[in-house]
């Protein structure tokens, strides 16, 4: 990968990075505020844990989101970013401008959410 590519991608990593900070704390904040707002009866406690939980599970994803992306910095640093973890070939910079900090390239991510598939089946 050129140089100005992986400054592309760098840039592109770090914007994302900022987005999903901004994101969890936004979550953050809003579970704080439902928890200090007034939830006596019970219609607004099944409300309120359902937003919770969906809360929950976004900031999980954020986090795990933020997590791949502090990775594949990581990888720009150590020079191996763009390469397919799996079968080690040039991820294709279509795939890497959808989703920046993918690990691997189209054919090992099929692969790989096949396996996952298979596993959930058992
Ligand atoms: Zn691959």
Do not use: W
């Amino acid at each position: 990968m050129k140089q100005s590519d992986i400054e592309f991608f760098k840039n592109l990593l770090l914007e994302r990075k900022e987005q999903v900070l901004k994101n969890i704390d936004g979550a953050t904040k809003e579970i704080e505020s439902l928890d200090a707002s007034d939830a006596r009866d019970e219609v607004d406690f099944a409300t309120l844990s359902v937003n919770n939980l969906i809360d929950h599970a976004l900031s999980v994803q954020q986090s795990q989101e933020l997590f791949e992306i502090e990775y594949a910095l990581g990888k720009i640093e150590k020079g191996t970013y763009g390469i397919c973890e799996m079968c080690e070939e040039a991820i294709s910079m279509q795939r890497l401008k959808i989703k920046p900090h993918a690990k691997y390239c189209i054919i090992c991510r099929e692969i790989s959410e096949k396996e996952k598939n298979k596993k959930r089946s058992f």
